[in-house]
């Protein structure tokens, strides 16, 4: 285990102009650091808040975006809901500092 991530957001809406129009909230902790070319990304996993269904989903981060001077990073991350109900929700969001009171062994 390197390191993980905590993430929150919420979706983009649903159902545009129809009564139904929507979001979701959703938080989780990423999965450990996967190490690739040029870095490591992270698994994220989670499902959404209930709004009369939720909606689940699952992606692989992009690559550390570095945050200050020591060593810390955040990733980027997009993905899409599974369809629930005729619809999916959009996710666009960075996940939190790892680690944030701590410095990183690197």
């Known amino acids: 285990q390197f390191h993980d991530h905590e993430f929150l957001g919420s979706t983009r809406l649903a159902e545009l102009g129809d009564p139904d129009a929507h979001n979701h909230r959703f938080a989780g902790v990423s999965g450990p650091a996967i190490i ?3 870095g490591h990304v992270h698994k994220v996993k989670s499902r959404t808040d209930f709004f009369d269904h939720f909606h689940k989903f699952e992606a692989i981060s992009g690559l550390a975006i570095p945050v200050g001077n020591d060593g810390k990073h955040v990733h980027f991350v997009e993905a899409i809901t599974n369809d629930v ?3 999916f929700h959009e996710l ?15």
């Open 36 to 38: 690739v070319k040029d």
């Open 85 to 87: 109900d005729d619809h």
């Open 92 to 106: 666009i969001f960075a996940t939190l500092i790892n680690a944030p009171i701590f410095k990183e062994e690197v």
